[in-house]
Nanobody
Framework: QVQLQQSEGDSVQAGGSLKLTCSVS????????MAWFHQSPGKDREGVAN???????NYADSVKGRFTASQDKANNVLYLELNNMQPEDTGIYYC???????????????????WGQGTQVTVSS
């Protein structure tokens, strides 16, 4: 079993930045894919970024150049840095984990078995 614990929510103004964290505990294997998803009110979860055990990343087109996924493997922490945030970035962000040999460029929720509790992010204009 894997447990994912996310940081608390926050609010920023448009153009601002945030850094979300996701602490991983439990049975951690050497090969995995970790991902971040964004859920706007009334919409499905959409994949925004993923990162594999080798540090390779993929991003949704909507966040390329603005969001950065990274990890601290020594401390089992996953990060998502959000820059130049816009009101449409508002919503709940979830981290997720799956034991996969690589991360697909198509980030879909059904590939992931373990989920954090979510972090509420609000961007005001």
């Amino acid at each position: 079993q894997v447990q994912l614990q996310q940081s608390e929510g926050d609010s920023v103004q448009a153009g601002g930045s945030l850094k979300l964290t996701c602490s991983v505990s439990g049975s951690i294997y050497s090969s995995y894919c970790m991902a971040w998803f964004h859920q706007s009110p009334g919409k499905d979860r959409e994949g925004v970024a993923n990162i594999d055990s080798d540090g390779s990343t993929n991003y949704a087109d909507s966040v390329k150049g603005r969001f950065t996924a990274s990890q601290d493997k020594a401390n089992n922490v996953l990060y998502l840095e959000l820059n130049n945030m816009q009101p449409e970035d508002t919503g709940i962000y979830y981290c997720a984990a799956a034991y996969l040999t690589y991360c697909s460029g198509n980030i879909v929720a059904s590939d992931f078995n373990y989920w954090g509790q979510g972090t509420q992010v609000t961007v005001s204009s």
